[in-house]
């Protein structure tokens, strides 16, 4: 029934989803934490097949955020490295999707960074497939932060000054420059798990992005939910500034 009210309906080009719940999901099941990881990585390709049936041209994953990096144990991390990594690969052999690591390098082992190349490299040509987003390593603060440290160089590199940089600045320039330059901004947000916050994700492109927030744990996250989301959105007046 939802799928029928849903078409011709105004669907979101571009959908972002904190995957969150991993945890608390291993614990209901008398699981470590990495259990419940490997059970919400084992949902994004069902998931992302449900974004391909409903047309939708990009979606980012949150999957490891910078804070992550600092705020959990070694071991957990070391689990979560190994459960990207293989992600990324399987999602780079399936020939219907085109990958883009989104985020900072900084901190992550030299095995996942290869992973994260080698994904986006051998989908590369794959120029009319659904656009995936790994925000890995992704913070929205630094983003920010790169972004306008990369415009400052170009602006010194061509004779510049610090006085044409801040009159010549916009934000399209800073848009162009973060780690999604050249993509649609998300229109629609998810995140799971009932909590309701950003937490430093998608802080500049999130703007003018409409939220749905669900209670249901990522590992849990049904079609149904899914389809719950779009048609949330497509049900909503868009209001931009109010």
């Known amino acids: 029934m939802l799928r029928r009210q ?16 991993n945890r608390r999901w291993a614990r209901r099941q ?24 409903a047309g939708i041209g990009v979606v ?9 990096l600092s705020g959990r144990s070694p071991e957990e991390l070391h689990g979560l490295f190994s459960i990207i990594g293989d992600l990324a690969g ?18 992550l082992p030299e095995a996942l960074c290869t ?7 051998h989908t590369a040509g794959n120029r009319d497939a659904m656009l995936v987003n790994l925000a890995v ?15 400052a160089r170009e602006e010194g590199q061509a004779g ?21 330059g050249g993509q649609p901004d998300p229109e629609l947000i998810v995140r799971t798990s009932g909590e309701q916050r950003l937490s430093d994700f ?25 389809l719950r989301a779009l048609r949330a959105y497509a049900q909503r007046h868009r209001r931009f500034g109010a």
């Open 6 to 21: 849903l078409r011709g309906a105004n669907l979101p080009r571009h959908v972002a989803v904190i995957l969150d719940g």
């Open 202 to 226: 998608l802080l500049w492109q999130s703007a003018h992005s409409e939220f749905y927030f669900t209670e249901a744990l990522w590992p849990d996250f049904r079609r149904i939910d899914f």
């Open 90 to 107: 399987e999602l780079s052999d399936r020939g219907d999707l085109r990958i883009h690591h989104a985020g900072s390098r900084v901190g």
């Open 137 to 151: 390593g992704y913070g929205g603060r630094q983003e920010i932060l790169d972004a306008i440290r990369a415009i």
């Open 160 to 180: 510049g000054n610090l006085e044409d940089f801040a009159a010549h600045l916009t934000p399209e320039q800073i848009a162009e420059h973060l780690y999604t």
């Open 30 to 53: 008398n699981g470590d934490a990495e259990s419940g990881h490997r059970a919400g990585a084992a949902l994004i390709g069902t998931f992302l097949d449900w974004c391909l049936d």
């Open 60 to 68: 980012t994953l949150y999957l490891l955020s910078e804070d992550n």
């Open 115 to 121: 992973a994260l190349s080698s994904a986006e490299e």
